[in-house]
C-alpha cells in the first residue's frame, strides 16, 4: 500500500522549511490517516534543508546522529558539515520518523510525503562514497505542548 501527497515551500521560506514540513506531515496524517515515511526532494532542495542547519544556529542546536554502536544520541561539532538523512517529528499522540530520498524529477521547493508500507531502496552507499567530513543528521522537531 502506498500513499503520497506533494508539498511546495513558497518562495522566500526557506528559513520556514521545518514549519512547513510539519504543517505538510499533519495534512497528510490527517488526509490519509497513515504517517509518512519518505520525504522525497530533488538534490537542490535536500540541500537548502542541509545549507539552514548548517548555517542556521536555532537549526543546528535540532540535530544529532546517534552513535552506531550504544545509539546514544550525539550532538555534531560545530565543524562538522551535517547532511540530513531523515527527520522525525515528535507529537503529542506519536513519533514520526521520516527517511529522505531523491527524486530530480521535482521542482525546487517540492517535497513529496509518501507512505509505502513496503518501500524499495537502492543500495546503500559504501562507506567510500561519503566524504570524511560529512555526517548524517536526523532532524528533530520539538514536542508539541
Excluded at 513558497?10 to 521545518?18: C, I, L, R
Aim: proline share 4%; aromatic share 14%.
Amino acid at each position: 500500500m502506498k500513499f503520497e501527497k506533494t508539498y511546495s515551500i513558497k518562495e522566500g521560506e526557506w528559513t520556514k522549511w521545518n514549519k512547513t514540513l510539519a504543517s505538510a506531515i499533519d495534512d497528510f496524517c490527517c488526509t490519509y490517516l497513515y504517517n509518512p515515511n519518505i520525504l522525497e526532494a530533488n538534490d537542490h532542495t535536500l540541500s537548502q534543508f542541509d545549507f539552514l542547519v548548517n548555517f542556521k544556529p536555532n537549526e543546528r542546536q535540532r540535530v544529532f546522529r546517534e552513535d552506531d554502536f550504544t545509539g546514544l544520541k550525539i550532538t555534531p561539532d560545530e565543524t562538522e558539515n551535517i547532511v540530513l538523512n531523515s527527520f522525525s517529528y515528535c507529537d503529542i499522540d506519536c513519533d514520526i520518523d521520516i527517511d529522505f530520498a531523491v527524486d530530480n524529477r521535482l521542482s525546487n521547493r517540492e517535497f513529496r510525503l509518501v507512505y509505502d508500507d513496503e518501500p524499495e531502496w537502492d543500495e546503500p552507499e559504501t562507506q567510500d562514497d561519503c566524504p570524511v567530513n560529512e555526517v548524517e543528521i536526523t532532524y528533530k522537531k520539538l514536542q508539541k505542548i
